[in-house]
């Protein structure tokens, strides 16, 4: 059984206070926990029901595996409909990327607010094989479990670096792309090795200052039916279209 | 005020059982809404608050127009964070797709279970000036309000039509492209001026029995760094494929 202390640890970390407080956060379900543990990730605490406690036979992290109720794992779980398994792991310190280091289209996050886009947009750059996604500082947290959830074990892959996009993109004398509603068409794009491509908030799209610095706006075609696309859906689709740019 | 028979008239809408029962649906925000009205959907009713009220002034439906208090409001809207109005439109009749009417490619969805998701390819099609989804009858039913939500208004011009896919599919002998983990290079594809795309559910992906009819698999290249995108992506990402080959 687990005690009090915790339950109400592990459920205060459902909160983004006391994640940023305790420094760690929120994983839940088999698969990604193992892709978490196969990463550079530092295991916290694993809690598991007893269908799911021998799958764990094999890891090392023997004091940090803890067969609790079913009851209690629903205490703990974020979910509507939890997993048998929840794993707590320490939230690494953000680490501003550097301008020089940059050795790929890089997406560029100004603002997004909505969990489940932040974590789709995380999945889609790991299929693609993006390493890096920089969020400006109001982008919403990486490490909501909402946005855990929707990585679907991607976060354990890409970086993410909350920063301030105005000092990054400055210093930067490389193309700054952007998706806009009034830009250049989409496919007709000659997409470099390197540069930066933002994306906008659901409600606002690109800031204003960031709005400035952008060298190259880019369009989506579509048929002016609807206002906008969803953002993650734009992400994807622009994503595709560089990968396509790579292959070629 | 309401009465207590309409506000448990609306509030059963949240059910599908009594949406299928009355045959209506709710929408909500004002843009949506106006967006339906201008549409081939009819109207029920509207429920707006004080402060949006007066923005129905010029619509003609004025007995279909009520005015509520924000606490009625609260009850009957299926939102966390309601927009202040609250309508409710007739379902239509469902309307089989017929092969012989195919004049675009066509989207094809097999049992999408994730309302989000629904939502955002509807969304995703209107942006590309797709005018049918079919859907499988076990896909979710997409007068569901998170559907419809996730729609921004898009539901109001893309027909949806539920049927037997095994049917529709065999009786038309026009290609039929399906997106698999193992299939052709997405980049490589010709496509035809019509054809059925099918997508496969989050969980299982394409059902067994449509897989058999499917003459063009196709997989998005990936780094192969995760399983699987989520499918929302996967249909925006074709559809720009579609419409790239539509516009070149």
Same mark, same amino acid.
């Given at each position: 059984m687990l005690s009090k202390s915790q339950i109400s640890l592990v459920k205060s970390l459902h909160q983004k206070k006391y994640r940023k407080e305790e420094q760690l956060f929120i994983v839940e379900g088999l698969k990604s926990i193992f892709e978490f543990l @196969? =990463? *550079?990730y530092v295991l916290h605490t694993i809690y598991a029901t007893s269908d799911i406690f021998p799958k764990l036979a094999n890891l090392s992290h023997k004091q940090k595996k803890i067969e609790v109720s079913d009851n209690d794992l629903l205490k703990i =779980?974020?979910?509507? +409909? *939890?997993?048998g398994?929840?794993? $707590?792991?320490? $939230?690494p310190k953000n680490k501003y990327f550097n301008h020089m280091e940059i050795d790929e289209?890089?997406?560029v996050l100004d603002g997004i607010q909505d969990p489940g886009n932040l974590g789709t947009i995380i999945r889609t750059a790991d299929w693609f094989g993006f390493k890096h996604i920089i969020c400006s500082e109001n982008t919403v947290e990486v490490y909501n479990p909402k946005v855990v959830q929707a990585t679907?074990?991607?976060? =354990?892959?890409?970086?993410i670096h909350y920063q301030s996009l105005i000092d990054l993109l400055k210093s930067s004398s490389l193309p700054k792309f952007g998706t806009l509603l009034q830009g250049n068409n989409l496919y007709e794009t000659t997409w470099p090795k390197t540069g930066f491509l933002v994306f906008g908030s659901e409600? @606002?799209?690109i800031s204003e200052e960031i709005l400035q610095i952008i060298t +190259? &706006?880019?369009?989506? &075609?579509? =048929?002016?039916n609807t206002e906008s696309l969803n953002v993650a859906m734009s992400a994807a689709i622009c994503m595709s279209e560089i990968q396509r740019n790579i292959l070629k």
């Open positions: @196969n =990463s *550079p =779980s974020t979910l509507q +409909h *939890p997993q398994i929840v794993a $707590i792991f320490e $939230i289209m890089t997406i679907m074990g991607s976060l =354990s892959r890409i970086q409600g @606002n799209g +190259h &706006p880019l369009t989506i &075609p579509g =048929s002016g």
